[in-house]
């Protein structure tokens, strides 16, 4: 960790304060917190089933409600980060999340948690945008999207662990106190986006030297294409655990191979980091075949091993595709307005992805065609990418 932080260091213009490593730590930090959701739906899923007594396809419809309200506070933030004080929208957001997750504490009728995890989505979409924008300002956003997924590994197998031994008010809690503390410390983070010249030195020290002025159009694929990626992710990731019991696995199995699968995130970017040399194209293109395949081989059924084989495939290859998106937008818009988009996208994704899997749990066509549907999804981002690729190659 050590080594890639004075990496950063190394490669950072004088002229730039988002390659300051308070502030690399901050907005880590801030988007560990802001996808907490996200990372953790699983366990969260089977606490609203066994704790609250919510159905199948309602945990569905609740969870995605969340990553969708993530992805409206993303496109709040993406509209305002460029002319707005960042550390005033992380108050904002900050205090929705605050404020959401508390009425949580009193209510569990379902039509209110709905609304009000759409809300909490909210308030964690827009600090979490700023903090992926404050991530993409550094000079090498490969190399701070690495350590992102990183602490990622590490903050998934705490939460997977630790989250189902609480009641859900604790979690509710949990969910506040994370949030108070990216207020105390949004201070570090700079508050603007570089001036013209600070952008000018950025680009002398940019670590991928190629051409990346490209029309509008080339991000928004990219964009998109990153929401189809989530789509599958969400929908497999929230009923991944159900799924497994719902065939015969127990959950002792289930939740000791979510938790520890989690760790291979750190080998995806390990991975990611090795393979910058290929470029960011083909090795995206072998991980997303790899991951449409690995979520859609359990159409077959689910055992304690191919349970194993999947979940540590998917952990691998999440935070592995994670790194080259995230990298691809931020190379194409250094100024951060598209870049704020990718948690809208990443939630937007989140909250189609468990809606179709409910709507197909809920008509009674089983798991096997849910997970057919889900890496389905890893194949179109797949084909957009390529059609990318072929632009920027010509």
């Known amino acids: 960790m050590a080594s890639i932080m004075a990496e950063m260091n190394t490669l950072k213009g004088p002229a730039n304060p988002f390659d300051d490593w308070r502030s690399i730590g901050i907005a880590i930090f801030m988007a560990l917190v802001g996808y907490t959701v996200m990372v953790s739906v699983p366990v969260l899923s089977t606490a609203l089933v066994h704790k609250v007594g919510f159905t199948e396809e309602q945990v569905g419809r609740i969870w995605g409600a969340d990553l969708g309200g993530l992805s409206l506070g993303a496109i709040i933030s993406a509209m305002l980060v460029a002319r707005m004080n960042r550390r005033h929208l992380v108050f ?21 948690v709905l609304a009000l995890r759409i809300l909490a989505g909210v308030g964690s979409g827009i ?30 197998a705490l939460e997977l662990n630790y989250l189902p031994q609480l009641s859900m008010n604790e979690i ?41 002025n490209v029309p509008k159009i080339i991000p928004w694929l ?56 290929y470029g960011l194209f083909k090795p995206l293109f072998i991980s997303l075949i790899t991951m449409a ?20 495939g998917f952990m691998t290859l999440w935070t592995f595709v994670d790194v080259y998106q995230s990298a691809m937008v931020a190379h194409m818009d250094r100024s951060g307005s598209l870049v704020a988009l990718l948690p809208s996208v990443q939630g937007f994704g989140q909250f189609v992805g468990p ?36 632009y920027m190659h010509r």
Not at 141 to 154: H, V
Not at 364 to 373: D, K, Q, S, T, W
Request: proline letters at 2%; a negative charge.
């Open 92 to 112: 904002i957001g900050v205090g929705l999340s605050i404020g959401a997750n508390a009425l949580c504490m009193f209510y569990s009728d379902y039509e209110m």
């Open 127 to 156: 600090f979490t945008a700023v903090a992926v924008v404050t991530l993409g300002g550094t000079t090498n956003p490969t190399t701070a999207y690495n350590l992102e997924l990183i602490g990622f590994a590490f903050s998934t």
């Open 172 to 212: 509710y809690l949990f969910f506040m106190i994370l949030s108070g503390l990216c207020a105390a410390l949004v201070f570090w983070i700079p508050a603007r986006p570089l001036n013209k010249e600070q952008l000018a030195e950025q680009e002398k020290h940019q670590a991928i030297h190629e051409n990346w």
């Open 222 to 277: 990219c964009l998109t294409a990153v929401c189809f990626t989530y789509i599958n992710i969400g929908g497999y990731f929230t009923y991944i655990e159900l799924a497994a019991l719902a065939d015969g696995v127990s959950q002792e199995w289930s939740g000791s191979v979510l938790t520890w699968s989690s760790f291979l995130g750190i080998v995806g970017c390990l991975i990611a980091y090795v393979c910058t040399r």
């Open 293 to 312: 395949v690995i979520v859609a081989m359990l159409a077959l059924g689910i055992n304690d091993i191919n349970l194993a084989v999947s979940l540590f």
């Open 355 to 390: 809606n179709i899997a409910a709507s197909i749990v809920g008509a009674g066509l089983g798991y096997p065609v849910m997970f057919i549907a889900s890496g389905s999804m890893a194949l179109v981002a797949l084909v957009l990418y390529m059609g990318v690729s072929l």
